[in-house]
Nanobody, 114 residues
Framework: VQLQASGGGLVQAGRSLRLSCAAS????????MGWFRQAPGKQRELVAL???????NYADSVKGRFAVSRDNAKNTVYLLMNSLKAEDTAVYYC?????????WGQGTQVTVSS
């Protein structure tokens, strides 16, 4: 299984950015997909997860600003980030969790300028 993330970049505070992550390979239909992030000097933390049924889970710090969604037919997960803040600056990692194994994608840098 491989995860290919895209969509990071430099954005001004208050603006929006959308991340995408496509999974390829043999993927069980029952799974969670989502995003974690790691800021310099900090531990990697959960941002948002969504399961194949559409149930979501968000970090408190992004609730109301970020929206995670997925296209099951494409094995792709999206993260729409609105009202971005400087503290959202981090490397964002895609995550796929199945009953048997969990996978990380390569990170994509998101930098929010204040």
């Amino acid at each position: 299984v491989q995860l290919q993330a895209s969509g990071g970049g430099l954005v001004q505070a208050g603006r929006s950015l959308r991340l995408s992550c496509a999974a390829s390979g043999s993927i069980p239909s029952i799974n969670f997909m989502g995003w974690f992030r790691q800021a310099p000097g900090k531990q990697r933390e959960l941002v948002a997860l969504i399961n194949n049924g559409g149930s979501t889970n968000y970090a408190d710090s992004v609730k109301g600003r970020f929206a995670v969604s997925r296209d099951n037919a494409k094995n792709t997960v999206y993260l729409l980030m609105n009202s971005l803040k400087a503290e959202d600056t981090a490397v964002y990692y895609c995550r796929l969790i199945t009953a048997f194994q969990a996978y990380w994608g390569q990170g994509t840098q998101v930098t929010v300028s204040s």
